[in-house]
């Protein structure tokens, strides 16, 4: 059975860094479903409550399972409502080993991640309202919240492969 890992967060966290660092880790594959959301035309559709989030799950647990079977792990990157990580599990748990971060830091550090993003990806205010609304949510017990304060990404990553070592 392959490795899946799953992680959520708020803009500027450090989810694509953790993603791709831990995919090229074990010669895998990373996941941004943010790009699913951009396949979508359709304003409405992009803006709506949910951010069609079960749409975007099912198109990354579709995808994370056609590279499993092709031998590799899986990193998948976004921001999603216990909802949407309950369906990634639901898909995904019986076909390799499931961990699902939250990744957080201080509000400051926060900051000053996203101002390293380009363009249009600094969301600014963003990562406080988002962050707020993420502390709000009920998570299922399989979703552990890793603070990366002051931590470098191979830091994070070690901590994370150490999760996999337990299984």
Not at 17 to 37: K, L, P, T, Y
Not at 63 to 92: Q, S
């Amino acid at each position: 059975m392959n490795d899946i890992l799953i992680v959520t967060g708020t803009c500027g966290v450090g989810k694509s860094a953790v993603c791709c660092g831990w995919a090229n880790r074990r010669q895998g594959a990373s996941i941004e479903c943010d790009m699913f959301r951009t396949w979508i035309r359709n304003r409405e559709l992009r803006q709506a409550e949910g951010y069609q989030e079960q749409l975007l799950a099912k198109h990354a647990s579709a995808l994370a399972e056609d590279y499993l079977k092709m031998g590799l792990g899986v990193a998948i990157d976004n921001v999603w409502t216990p909802k949407g990580l309950a369906l990634l599990h639901d898909r995904l748990h019986a076909k390799g080993t499931v961990r699902t971060f939250w990744l957080n830091c201080t509000s400051n550090e926060n900051h000053q991640r996203d101002e390293q993003r380009s363009g249009t990806g600094v969301m600014g205010v963003r990562v406080d309202e988002l962050q707020r609304e993420l502390e709000g949510m009920n998570w299922c017990e399989y979703v552990v919240k890793l603070d990366t304060s002051g931590q470098s990404l191979d830091e994070t990553l070690d901590q994370i492969d150490e999760s996999f070592k337990t299984s």
